[in-house]
């Protein structure tokens, strides 16, 4: 019965909850034999409340025995990064400088999870503030990719992904600054989705770039993600950056087809993926020309230079994100003899060295007599992306490309060599950069059978085409 | 520009000075979150995650904030532009984000200028937004962060929306810095847009000064002075600091670009840090807020919507009182007087008369008293103006018609002052002179001397509260319906 458990989609969750077929008690135990039994290995969370899940769990089951109408994610176990604010559990941001903070307040999208009865299990691992691409910069753990331990799960977000791929979660929440959602989600198989730049509230999101950051789901099927998506999505408030108007309505566009809607392959990022990645890329453009999109072949050759231009904009914003730790209010403080010596160490101490140097990078980049040559040059290769896509949509509806030029690398591989990890984003930046929406769907596996992902790329605001387009492949693919 | 006779530091010499003023707006809220913009409250009581700058908060505009901004900014003359916020990167504890939230190089108002009342006109170069720092508070040493045994930290204040005023260096003596700050703080006070109070830090003052000799036409190397909180300090700082530089050069000594601080109980200033040591702010676009635009239809509604400015109301005194003097002008004109001085005005109020009870019966009053409608202030004055009341019942009774709701003519009655109306008095009148019907016969006659003898016996009659005056007109409106009625 478990194992069945673990099987179903949100979907079909909620029809045996609704027949009665299963108790939302049930569910919470199934998830937690299997976390007694993975997590050991793969390592996904920082923090886990199995006991408040059941309780919450609970309380479900009262409710729908009395007769009342639950949210849509009602009974759906959820890990969230541990870089979204939560007053039921520490949050750390896999950082030694956060060390069991509790934030006294919710992120939007934990409050919209709960206000739509998603139950959260736990926080999930991440690199550092989410600096990284392989989650082995989290200062408290290594989490595993379920498809074979000796390698990374990808990241930033690889806890969540790693705990959705191993079946610990229904549904896990990332952040996706470069890639940090759709990498982790190709290298462990399953759907990771970045909605566009605005469209999902960043309030209670740990910033790392701001003008970078998105918050979007991680999950086993399209169609789980649309349906997170829609319970997260909307206008918030409580960020000036979120978009005013409604969001739109995914789930019920996911069959409307891609018949006539021209996709382009970007054959720039696809000559620079591993010859597996390449075939799996052709099968999904087969698949949606066998739903009767239109294929071409597209090369957006400033895509190469996004990659530049992030490594100097992304870690600009962090430099100043992350000054607030310091030792005074919350997290870690080392003594100091004064103020300025208790920073010092504080921040010594309590940032690991990936996030040092990019602290560094940034500060440099936004530095008197350095600012024009790197920040503003930056901002104007971001521009220049920002048209080339604009140029490419002219032509093309969505665009095609791999999510990851490899799949998932060996632990150790890359960490010698900060620029081949950076490398590893450069199919995702572009989107991050020019804020719009992008999403990785499973595309089969390499001859060692390690995941591979493809990625779907949309205009602003197209999600809805973008979800029609990732349902096509992965009907296709099925 | 008007000429100014200008005090210099010493002879042969003379002041730069360009000020930087602080203003706290008086929004409901703060600058980027909901708590309120209070004074005085319980330290750390006024927070939330955003003015804490928790991780994962973020700002959201104040739109009062923007309001207040763009009304000074036509007050001042500037021209209101979309904006755009920076952020201001250095590391101090009572900056909960180690970055402060600031206009940089796109301010919300530039380009604008003050007319002071001496006539000079000063250039302002921008105003604009940014949030306030909390406040710490050093215990042990000598109060100063270096040698304190510990430091406490107050956020209520941090994320007040701040108006910094940046005037350019067109300010030539202490006294005229001191003319300005006043002229600023009447303009920030009139658009409602700041209470002015500077004792309790609501306008804080940095100043920039250097001197040269007279008729040089460069700038020499200047001086900041920090957080100058009264206008005396201003006043004392700035003297001070013109005649230490003036010094420095007769001594032939080196003038170093720095931040100075006013020590206001030894008189003096001091080095505070090198500007050499200052910080790269390392400025960049703040990602968490879009450009400020303020459309054109609201700015040009908050156009027409501008209050009579400091130096407009000295132009309408100008023209209805052009002997009043410079002081009696000026407190006409501050905020506490000037409605009431309109609005008598307005009535029919012989101007001297209202200048003089704004200056000095109600300026006096206004403290104890609080709040007078002016319309009651109106009606007081106008009986006084039909010489129905001595100064002194006016003085009791502009006090009650502030605490008394009562119509100000029924406690005219109510005070027993024997104003009444006309024809209570006439009647009085007509009592004395049906008593007296030889005087009155010699009165009607034309001999004006028994008008003292008949008035006398009507103040006898009803007590020293009557006005003579009422009572004279009185008399004389009884003699002439006689007059006209003996035809
Ligand atoms: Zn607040």
Same mark, same amino acid.
């Given at each position: ?57 609970? @309380? ?13 994610? @009602? ?28 934030? =006294? ?126 319970? /997260? ?12 108007? @409604? ?49 071409? !072949? /597209? ?37 100091? @003899? ?15 060295? !990936? ?104 205009? =602003? ?18 | ?102 206009? +940089? ?178 400025? #960049? ?54 409605? +009431? ?111 003292? #003898? ?34």
């Amino acid at each position: 019965m478990n194992d069945e458990i673990l099987d179903w989609g949100i979907a079909e969750l909620h029809r045996r909850l609704e027949a009665r077929e299963v108790s939302t008690v049930e569910v919470i135990d199934a998830y937690q034999e299997q976390i007694e039994i993975q997590e050991p290995e793969i390592g996904a969370f920082l923090t886990l409340d199995l006991d408040a899940a059941r309780s919450t769990a609970t @309380a479900q089951d009262t409710r729908r025995s009395r007769g009342e109408t639950l949210g849509r994610m @009602a009974g759906v176990p959820v890990a969230l990064k541990d870089n979204l604010c939560t007053t039921a559990f520490p949050t750390t941001a896999a950082s030694r400088i956060l060390e069991g903070w509790i934030p =006294p307040y919710n992120a939007t999208v934990v409050d919209r999870l709960a206000d739509q009865d998603g139950i959260v299990l736990g926080k999930t691992n991440l690199d550092e503030f989410a600096m990284g691409s392989s989650t082995e910069n989290s200062a408290y753990k290594i989490t595993k990719n379920p498809y074979d331990l000796e390698r990374v799960p990808g990241g930033s977000s690889g806890g969540s992904a790693a705990a959705v791929a191993s079946r610990m979660a229904l549904v896990g929440l990332g952040s996706d600054t470069g890639g940090s959602i759709r990498q982790p989600a190709a290298l462990t198989g399953i759907v990771g989705f970045k909605p566009t730049y605005g469209r999902v509230s960043r309030y209670g999101l740990l910033a790392f770039a701001s003008s970078l950051d998105q918050i979007g789901p991680l999950t086993a099927s399209v169609e789980d993600a649309a349906l997170v998506a829609e319970c /997260i999505m909307g206008h918030d408030p409580r960020d000036a950056t979120s978009l005013q108007e @409604a969001s739109p309505l995914l789930l019920g566009a996911l069959t409307e087809g891609v018949r006539g809607i021209r996709v382009g392959i970007v054959t720039n990022l696809v000559e620079i993926a591993s010859p597996s990645i390449q075939a799996a890329l052709l099968r999904a453009a087969d698949a949606l020309a066998q739903a009767g999109a239109l294929i071409s !072949e /597209i090369s957006i050759d400033e895509l190469a230079f996004g990659l530049a231009a992030y490594y100097v904009v992304a870690p600009a914003e962090a430099s100043s994100n992350l000054a607030r730790y310091d030792g005074v209010r919350y997290g870690l403080r080392e003594p100091g @003899a004064t103020v300025e010596e208790m920073m010092i160490a504080t921040r010594t101490k309590g940032f690991g060295p !990936e996030v040092k140097r990019r602290i560094m990078l940034g500060t440099y980049a936004l530095s008197a007599g350095y600012y024009d040559a790197f920040y503003v040059t930056a901002q104007r290769v971001r521009s220049l992306v920002r048209s080339a896509f604009d140029r490419a949509y002219e032509s093309v509806d969505l665009l095609l490309t791999p999510t990851s030029p490899t799949t998932a690398f060996r632990i150790g591989e890359r960490s010698a060599d900060p620029v081949e990890m950076y490398r590893s984003d450069i199919c995702t930046i572009p989107s991050n950069l020019s804020g719009d929406p992008a999403l990785s769907v499973p595309a089969g596996a390499d001859p060692d059978g390690l995941p591979i992902g493809v990625q779907l790329l949309g205009p =602003p605001r197209s999600e809805q085409l973008l979800f029609r387009g990732a349902y096509a492949v992965e009907e296709g693919l099925r | 520009m008007t000429q100014r006779a200008t005090a210099g530091p010493a002879k042969g010499w003379e002041y730069v000075i360009g000020l930087e003023v602080h203003t706290e707006l008086k929004t409901r809220s703060k600058l980027f979150c909901g708590c309120p913009n209070a004074f005085g409250e319980e330290p750390n009581t006024s927070i939330c995650p955003v003015c804490l700058g928790l991780p994962g908060s973020l700002p959201v505009m104040n739109a009062q904030a923007v309001d207040f901004a763009i009304r000074v900014g036509l007050a001042l003359n500037a021209t209101v532009q979309r904006s755009q916020f920076h952020r201001k990167n250095y590391f101090y504890p009572d900056m909960p984000k180690d970055y402060q939230i600031s206009q +940089y190089d796109v301010p919300i108002n530039a380009n604008g200028y003050l007319e002071l009342p001496s006539g000079r006109v000063i250039g302002i170069e921008r105003a604009h937004l940014e949030e306030d720092t909390g406040k710490l508070v050093h215990r042990g040493g000598h109060g100063r962060i270096e040698s304190a045994a510990y430091s406490l930290i107050d956020y209520n204040r941090s994320g007040v929306p701040l108006l910094e005023i940046v005037s350019a260096p067109d300010i030539r003596d202490p006294e005229e810095a001191k003319e300005y700050v006043t002229e600023l703080r009447a303009i920030l006070v009139a658009v409602g847009a700041s209470d002015g109070r500077m004792e309790e830090g609501s306008l804080r003052v940095d100043a920039n000064v250097s001197v040269r000799p007279i008729g040089e036409a460069t700038f020499r190397t200047r001086v900041e002075i920090k957080n100058l909180n009264s206008l005396r300090s201003l006043v004392r700082a700035l003297t001070f600091e013109g005649h230490r530089q003036v010094q420095l050069y007769e001594n032939g000594e080196a003038m170093i670009q720095q931040t100075r601080f006013w020590d206001e109980e030894r008189s003096l200033t001091g080095a505070l840090r090198l500007k050499e040591e200052a910080n790269d702010y390392r400025y #960049f676009p703040e990602p968490d807020l879009p450009p400020v635009a303020p459309d054109v239809e609201l700015i040009e509604e908050r156009r027409t919507e501008l209050p009579e400015l400091p130096s407009a109301r000295r132009g309408s005194i100008a023209m209805i009182l052009p002997e009043l003097s410079a002081d009696l002008r000026e407190t006409i004109i501050a905020d506490a007087c000037w409605p +009431y001085f309109r609005s008598a005005v307005d009535a029919g109020i012989t101007p001297a008369r209202a200048a003089a009870r704004c200056a000095n019966e109600l300026t006096a009053l206004l403290p104890d008293i609080g709040v007078l409608a002016p319309e009651r202030f109106v009606e007081v004055l106008a009986i006084e103006d039909r010489g129905d009341l001595g100064a002194s019942q006016v003085k009791i009774l502009l006090r009650e018609a502030a605490s008394d709701p009562t119509p100000v003519k029924e406690l005219v009655t109510k005070l027993g002052f024997t104003a009444r109306d006309e024809d209570a008095m006439k009647a009085m009148v007509e009592e004395v002179v049906i008593r007296f019907p030889d005087e009155w016969g010699r009165y009607l006659g034309g001999d004006e001397k028994v008008a003292g #003898f008949l008035l006398g016996q009507v103040m006898r009659q009803h007590g020293r509260q009557i006005s003579g005056a009422g009572a004279r007109q009185a008399l004389l409106a009884l003699a002439d319906e006689a007059r006209s009625g003996a035809e």
